[in-house]
């Protein structure tokens, strides 16, 4: 599975941006999907995670209310509707699919390549 992240971009504090994440090479139906986000220096943390059956959504709690994600099988594709940005949210964001869906980086099989999120006081 190839994952194509993409719809970052500049907003002021307070806007609202919504990343998505397309899969190619095969369905990714049966995978969980998640975003993470990592900025210079700091490790990737955890930002949100769905289960295969769209049934448990997960967020760390400096989102929890503010993000939501959600994802489209039949287009292959993984969004993050992002509301009351502020500028601690600024990162590079990325996408990633697999079948153990977990906080940790390490237990996540695919990876897209991120894209940049940057919220403006």
């Known amino acids: 599975v190839q994952l194509q992240g993409s719809g970052g971009g500049l907003v002021q504090a307070g806007g609202s941006l919504r990343p998505s994440c397309t899969a190619s090479g095969r369905p990714f139906s049966n995978f969980a999907v998640g975003w993470f986000r990592q900025t210079p220096g700091k490790d990737r943390e955890f930002v949100a995670l769905?289960?295969?059956?769209?049934?448990?959504?997960y967020y760390t709690d400096s989102v929890r209310g503010r993000f939501t994600i959600s994802r489209d099988n039949a287009k292959n594709a993984v969004y993050l509707q992002m509301n009351s940005l502020k500028p601690d949210d600024t990162a590079n964001y990325f996408c990633a699919a697999g079948a153990v869906p977990t906080a940790s980086v390490s237990t996540w099989t695919y990876w897209g390549q991120g894209t940049l999120v940057t919220v403006s006081s």
């Open positions: 769905l289960n295969w059956r769209d049934t448990n959504a």
